[in-house]
């Protein structure tokens, strides 16, 4: 009898050992993948969705204790636009939310497309995780973008609170580099993973991050309880925009801004003051001057358009 309970206090010990670790995983990520450019067998991509679903579900990025309801919702749709020898080629939507307090809303941190996807994969190989080292292109374009949504999320609750994200994102970008492959080559184009990782970095562009905590924590967060103090929290994050393109016109950051903020200020302004209304129209339209039609919707709000 002794025997049994010492097994059992044996085996109880170590379900309450693996307990945090379960807690602590961080995404609760939807993957798809669409092949409708390729022709031929399609089990190959069902394969490969269901483990980098599997990879970005289980892995445990931080030391971060994240309860069942406070996972990260982000979405990745690859789509596949050439597949040789194991090789394939396409574009990356990496999207991921985060709730506004007091509120059932969710507001989109991240909404980017990556046209740099390159990698080699054979069915059934496993996806395996590794902090100092790079495992396979792959995964090394997994955990950026994985570190990337930590980085800004935890950045949007806390002043630069995803800073030791951004270090993890340095170091994922200098193991890359040395492979040589495409999406991470310094000055290759101003949108691949290394441009997105200086827009949030470079001195001249950090102010962003700053941007993400008043633009949601001291606006979004406060709109339920105070509508006019949280726009106006809003309002003042947006001079970052325009600081920053005044400094890096070509940034990143700008278009990463626009796709996943734009129509949502519709939203925040569309029963603002007229002439709260008229200062965001002219500080956004020479940043965004061909979008004019979502622009003159902040610009005429919801009384203007009755």
Not at 284 to 304: A, C, H, S
């Amino acid at each position: 009898m002794m025997l049994r309970l010492k097994r059992l206090s044996v085996v109880i010990a170590m379900i309450y050992a693996c307990l945090p670790l379960i807690g602590a995983q961080e995404l609760n990520c939807e993957v798809s993948i669409n092949s409708d450019q390729i022709s031929g067998n399609k089990q190959v991509f069902e394969t490969l969705q269901q483990a980098i679903n599997d990879y970005l579900n289980t892995t445990t990025f931080t030391n971060a204790q994240f309860a069942a309801n406070e996972k990260i919702e982000c979405r990745l749709f690859l789509t596949v636009k050439e597949y040789n020898d194991d090789t394939f080629k396409g574009d990356l939507q990496v999207q991921s939310l985060r709730p506004v307090y007091n509120s059932s809303y969710t507001t989109t941190l991240i909404n980017f497309k990556d046209t740099k996807i390159e990698f080699t994969y054979r069915e059934n190989e496993p996806l395996v995780f590794s902090v100092n080292s790079m495992e396979s292109q792959l995964t090394q374009i997994l955990n950026f973008y994985a570190y990337l949504i930590l980085a800004i999320d935890f950045d949007s609750f806390a002043p630069r609170g995803g800073n030791p994200y951004y270090d993890r994102l340095e170091l994922i970008v200098q193991q890359a580099q040395s492979s040589g492959e495409t999406g991470w080559k310094a000055f290759e184009d101003n949108k691949n993973r290394t441009s997105v990782l200086s827009a949030f970095t470079d001195a001249s562009t950090v102010s962003l991050r700053d941007m993400l905590y008043k633009y949601h924590r001291q606006g979004l967060d406060q709109m339920a309880v105070s509508p006019d103090k949280g726009r106006a929290s809003i309002s003042e994050s947006l001079q970052t925009i325009k600081d920053v393109f005044d400094v890096a016109p070509m940034s990143v950051a700008i278009s990463m801004f626009k796709d996943a903020k734009l129509d949502e200020l519709v939203n925040v302004y569309s029963k603002a003051p007229a002439e709260e209304r008229n200062k965001v129209f002219k500080l956004l339209e020479p940043i965004y001057p061909t979008e004019n039609e979502r622009l003159e919707q902040i610009r005429k709000g919801q009384e203007d358009q009755r």
